[in-house]
């Protein structure tokens, strides 16, 4: 039992190819046309019976058997008949299966719908317990993942399989057209090894078109022209379809499950999958299609509409070339904008002619392009429209909006808010103001100003609480929360970014984007803490709630994901994020986290022994425009240490430490601990008292357990950092027991203490396998046990280097490419090597 395109014809199909040799394997195939005609789909079987007679259930069953007993006595093998579509039996046909089955006189494999379901012949056989139901289901995001693991060679981001499963439903048919379709249109590409879209999944594919018009072939007329309103004008109220095609029709597209009911009030109907919805549109011509728009005119009350509906009735309109009130179409646009349907909210837009609505239209076509990442064109339109808008509700966003736009072509804040201030003078004093605070409050942001945005925010709030001001106040405290972070006041922070949280639900809808702009900062505080699970759930929280906007902001949310593994220490995890996060944000970058993801990304390849990535991700971190710019100090040590890691020559350690004696650094205590943190991973003891005196004057759990850590450290009291390791373990920083219980080791084997140092070794390869590698000694711990290649790495390693190709070894141990991909890497952690060419002699011989 399976829905439409779930793989029932392709599962007996398979079943008649893997059996045909063993069995004489007989197809039959229900139709809509047969279900009114007494015996009609088994009339293969029944050609020699008189026109009486083959009307008689008895007579048709006695037929059937002679044929099965000639077929038997061919080559002695039993009958296996298979059929598909069998919701389509007539009830006479089903009773003969019935008796067939009971009588075992043959194997039954009917594959049906469960709406309308099987005859109640067949059906009653499973209530007997003479039959066995299978239910095929949709496929899960975990199989959609796995079938683009086997078909794409390469890295495929969960971006990519989150997409193309949700637009895909899970039906298998529609997976396959949608990837051959995208792979052909250029859509689906691979960049640098990993999977990406380009674009939107084309809905007028040759594969789609044809699943599409295959399956409108076998439906009734009656049922071809309720899909086709339904396509057109979903979602559209139930009673206006009835009312057009009858009441019988709309239940059985219920019953096959073509089309789905919403609970509102009052119902409406939309075809079950968007995209399958949009193929259909895409066959019908201009014409029809006008008709049919004249017809459900009829019977639709236009001030019913709203949402999507609406939407959907402006856009149809316009694609018939029917004239459209400015003010309609200003109104389908920002619910286009609003769904991320960013090429229609531009196509609607572009067509407001309205002198007073042009300045909105071109704002919304502004969002659009933004989103889409054409960054230099949504400046150019937001320079055309923002002063007329100044005095609009939306002036505040729009104004936010354009200097994003300016910010990701390069400019900064400074300059535009320079330029923006000249023009300031031909506004209302008020209107004024409320700007210049903005572009302010962006500016003292940008410099990390914690002392400046500290009362600046405090006045903001003092002063009003009225909803106009809910943008100040929001951007006030966004800023003010990041600086506090990075200067070392994260709890303080934590509180800002919540505050500022708080305005939000005032500001949905608005142009500009005001969750992710208070997301972003939100986690920065929670990272800062070492709260790494509060930072991960307000990361899923945003995913599970903004799923229109995954296209646009999911690079950015990576990017912060993968911080956060680097933070913790899980490197690997943290390489499988920024990756595919750079990739991403290479196409759009709202949030200008491009430079920061690079210069993460260039830092994870490089510790992880990946020079040629590495060398890659340096490049982009040198190629890219400044980012934001209070991630961009973070991100120049960053890529420092990453330098290190590669070159090991002592230079990026050296530009590391000049970063930490920087006026920046100095005035940001929490952005100096983390530095001085990186230069501790580099194995540079000398950081270790500066690490003591920084952490003393940062709040948070991660200070105050690297405090911890480095207290101990230099008092080499092996039972003290036993027991400090223990904790830092039980407290979630794994990272930071696995040095404590290294330390251990080495202070314990230096006391003659072998048997409690081999546990602290055991204790930290624990720590390891947590943390998904292997720990890697810095110059100032002492060398552990050599390490040993489970079974599966040995595995995968000898086919290596026998000089098969990751999807070669996948298909020879029967497991995915990200699997090789992933156990490669850490046998070259282990080994110490940096790719397959050394991998031979790196082996234990």
């Not at 039972?719 to 990272?735: C, K, P, Q």
């Not at 490419?817 to 082996?843: F, I, M, P, Q």
Request: proline letters at 4%; charged letters at 25%.
């Amino acid at each position: 039992m399976a829905g439409p395109g779930i793989g029932k014809s392709s599962l007996t199909e398979g079943i008649a190819e893997r059996l045909g040799k063993d069995l004489n394997v007989l197809q039959l195939h229900g139709s809509s046309a047969l279900t009114a005609v007494p015996f009609g789909v088994l009339t293969p079987y029944t050609g020699e019976l008189t026109a009486e007679e083959s009307v008689s259930p008895v007579a048709v069953l006695r037929s059937m058997w002679s044929y099965f007993e000639r077929l038997k006595a061919g080559n002695g093998l039993p009958v296996l008949l298979l059929i598909d579509d069998a919701h389509y039996l007539d009830e006479a046909s089903a009773g003969v299966v019935a008796d067939l089955i009971s009588a075992g006189w043959a194997t039954v494999v009917a594959a049906a719908r469960p709406r309308p379901g099987l005859p109640q012949p067949l059906d009653q056989l499973w209530y007997d317990g003479l039959a066995e139901r299978v239910d095929l289901r949709p496929l899960n995001r975990e199989q959609v993942e796995e079938i683009l693991d086997h078909v794409l060679d390469g890295t495929v981001p969960d971006a990519t399989v989150d997409a193309v499963w949700s637009a895909s439903g899970g039906n298998p048919r529609i997976l396959d057209a949608l990837l051959h379709d995208a792979a052909e249109a250029g859509i689906l590409a691979k960049r640098n090894g990993i999977w990406v879209l380009l674009g939107s999944l084309p809905t007028d594919g040759v594969r789609l078109t044809a699943v599409v018009t295959k399956d409108h072939l076998r439906r009734r007329p009656e049922e071809q022209e309720a899909l086709k309103f339904i396509a057109l004008a979903g979602p559209v109220g139930r009673k206006v379809i009835e009312d057009i095609c009858g009441a019988p029709i709309v239940r059985s597209l219920l019953d096959q499950q073509m089309v789905v009911e919403n609970s509102g009030v009052p119902a409406e109907l939309t075809v079950w999958n968007g995209l399958f919805a949009e193929a259909i549109r895409n066959t019908i011509s201009v014409s029809r299609s006008l008709q049919l728009l004249e017809k459900i005119r009829e019977y639709k009350d236009p001030a019913t509409l709203r949402g999507e509906g609406r939407l959907r009735s402006v856009e149809w309109s316009l694609e018939c070339g029917l004239r459209v009130s400015d003010a309609e179409m200003l109104d389908a646009a920002r619910e286009a904008l609003n769904r991320f349907r960013n090429h229609s909210a531009r196509t609607i837009a572009a067509k407001v002619h309205d002198p007073e609505l042009i300045p909105l239209a071109h704002a919304i076509q502004a969002r659009a392009l933004y989103n889409e990442g054409s960054y230099p064109d949504a400046a150019a339109l937001l320079d055309s429209c923002w002063f007329q808008l100044a005095d609009h509700p939306e002036g505040p966003s729009v104004l936010l909006l354009r200097a994003a736009a300016h910010q990701a072509t390069g400019r900064p804040v400074a300059a535009m808010a320079a330029e923006t201030g000249e023009q300031h003078a031909g506004m209302a004093e008020a209107t004024a103001g409320r700007l210049k605070e903005l572009l302010q409050l962006l500016q003292l942001g940008a410099e990390m100003d914690a002392s400046a945005l500290r009362g600046r925010v405090a006045d903001i709030r003092n002063r009003s609480s009225a909803e106009e001001e809910a943008p100040v106040r929001a951007v006030g405290g966004a800023v003010l929360a990041h600086a506090l972070a990075a200067a070392g006041n994260a709890a303080e922070g934590l509180e800002a970014s919540l505050l500022a949280a708080s305005e939000l639900r005032a500001l949905e809808g608005e142009l500009f984007f005001f969750s992710e702009f208070v997301l972003g900062r939100l986690v920065a505080d929670y990272l800062a803490m070492g709260e790494w699970d509060s930072a991960e759930r307000e990361l899923e929280s945003y995913a599970a709630g903004h799923m229109p906007s995954a296209a646009t902001f999911n690079g950015s949310l990576q990017v912060l994901r993968g911080y956060s593994m680097l933070r913790q220490g899980r490197m690997e995890r943290a390489y499988q994020l920024l990756l595919p996060a750079v990739e991403a944000l290479r196409l759009n970058d709202p949030l200008q986290l491009f430079r920061f993801g690079s210069a993460l990304g260039f830092y994870v390849a490089a510790r992880l022994g990946d020079s040629a990535q590495g060398k890659r991700l340096e490049q982009d971190y040198k190629d890219a425009l400044a980012g934001a710019p209070a991630h961009d100090f973070l991100a120049r040590a960053y890529a420092a240490a990453a330098s290190e890691y590669l070159s090991r020559d002592g230079k990026g350690l050296a530009a590391l430490h000049t970063l930490m004696t920087t006026t920046e650094a100095s005035a940001r205590a929490g952005t100096l601990l983390e530095l001085l943190g990186l230069g501790w991973d580099l194995g540079d003891p000398s950081v270790i008292p500066m690490v003591q005196r920084a952490a003393q004057g940062v709040e948070g759990r991660w200070a105050a357990a690297l405090l911890k850590l480095a207290t101990d450290w230099e008092a080499a009291d092996g039972d003290a950092l036993m027991d400090t390791a223990a904790s830092l373990e039980e407290s979630g920083f794994v990272n930071l027991a696995r040095e404590a219980y290294a330390r251990a080791s080495t202070v314990l084997e230096q006391s003659g203490e072998r048997r409690r140092s081999r546990q602290a070794v055991a204790q930290r390869e624990k720590c390891d396998h947590e943390l998904g590698e292997r720990f890697r000694e810095g110059r100032f711990i002492a060398a552990t046990p050599a390490v040993q290649l489970t079974r599966r790495e040995q595995d995968i390693v000898e086919l290596a280097v026998q000089g098969l190709t990751d999807r070669e070894i996948a298909q020879r141990l029967m497991v995915s490419v990200r699997t090789v991909e992933g156990h490669l890497y850490r046998t070259y952690v282990k080994l110490g090597v940096r790719s397959r060419d050394e991998l031979d002699a790196a082996l234990p011989k």
